[in-house]
């Protein structure tokens, strides 16, 4: 596609509900990061995945927390038994993996899910 | 860990100039820039490399003092469209940006 698609834009959870969030990156990009963003902070790295091995997931803040991509294309992050302040803006980025490891590699944004659990 | 950014927050008038700093305690190997403008995606501005080699925005420029672990983001003559939230995203080698603080850019006209 032409660009990171996201959805739900927007979810609203009751605590303890389970919720998914799906990614559909950029056709033809091999890495994909998913970010959590508080209202006024910067974004948060979660997770990572080259095609369809996650190769990072240090950022995830729980066990509650699971992030898929079966298939190396669409992502799904899920959170489980969800807590209020789980509440924040996840975002997908998608990029080509022009140079493994040199930092050099742009990533481009969805518009996110702006998750509020009550 | 997460990188320092200065100012926290600057209004201008259309056509000034500023300066936004980023500081890192860890050395970096590159240093992307990004503007988020409210409720929407951050947006790719600019990249600085080890070595010099930049990728980026005609009408912005930045340095990367690897020695200091510091980069800045200058923006001259600003317009109206430059408001946003800026953040820096240091690499440290491996895959993923670690995202700065943030400094929120007002211009008025």
Known sequence: GAGVSQSPRYKVAKRGQDVALRCDPISGHVSLFWYQQALGQGPEFLTYFQNEAQLDKSGLPSDRFFAERPEGSVSTLKIQRTQQEDSAVYLCASSLREGFGTGANVLTFGAGSRLTVL | ?109
């Open chain 2, 1 to 109: 860990q997460q990188p320092v950014q200065s100012p926290q927050a600057v209004i201008l008038r259309e056509g000034e100039d500023a300066v936004i700093n980023c500081s890192s305690s860890k050395a970096l190997y590159s240093v992307h820039w990004y503007r988020q403008k409210h409720g929407e995606a951050p947006v790719f501005l600019m990249i600085l490399l080890k070595g010099g080699e930049q990728k980026g925005h005609e009408k912005i420029s930045a340095s990367f003092n690897e020695k200091k672990q510091q980069s800045s983001l200058y923006l001259t003559a600003s317009q109206l469209s430059y408001s946003g939230t800026y953040f820096c995203g240091p690499n440290f080698g491996n895959e993923k940006l670690t995202f700065g603080t943030g400094t929120r850019l007002t211009i008025i006209p």
